[in-house]
């Protein structure tokens, strides 16, 4: 084979084998602002997921600090009405602290 010959060749094959290629190279054009869409609404899922998570772990902590200040403050008040003035300032600082943290931002 001459050279030329090999070069018709090649060029009819190229022909053959470039629209695969063209259609492959434009498929991916195409789909690929649809998958990085698709990509970038699963990160936005996952954080406003993981957020949710984090602000019920948080609100279940504040109810638990609340619920162990106000059997804090409970007793201190037993005490007080048993005469303990210690007891009493106890009450009301713990008080404080109650309102503290029902005002408390999450």
Same mark, same amino acid.
């Given at each position: 084979?001459?050279?030329?010959?090999?070069?018709?060749?090649?060029?009819?094959?190229?022909?053959?084998?470039?629209?695969?290629?063209?259609?492959?190279?434009?498929?991916?054009?195409?789909?690929?602002?649809?998958?990085?869409?698709?990509?970038?609404? /699963?990160?936005?899922?996952?954080?406003?997921?993981?957020?949710?998570?984090?602000?019920?772990?948080?609100?279940?902590?504040?109810?638990?600090?609340?619920? !162990?200040?106000?059997?804090?403050? /409970? !007793?201190?008040?037993?005490?007080?009405? /048993?005469?303990?003035?210690?007891?009493?300032?106890?009450?009301?600082?713990?008080?404080?602290?109650?309102? /503290?943290?029902?005002?408390?931002?999450?």
């Amino acid at each position: 084979m001459s050279g030329g010959n090999m070069r018709l060749i090649l060029a009819m094959m190229s022909l053959v084998l470039l629209p695969g290629c063209v259609a492959s190279v434009v498929g991916d054009i195409v789909t690929a602002p649809v998958k990085i869409v698709s990509k970038t609404a /699963d990160v936005l899922t996952t954080s406003q997921s993981e957020s949710d998570e984090k602000r019920g772990r948080e609100l279940r902590k504040r109810e638990e600090n609340l619920g !162990k200040l106000a059997r804090q403050r /409970d !007793k201190a008040r037993e005490r007080c009405a /048993d005469g303990d003035e210690n007891a009493c300032k106890k009450a009301y600082e713990i008080s404080d602290q109650i309102e /503290d943290e029902q005002n408390r931002p999450i």
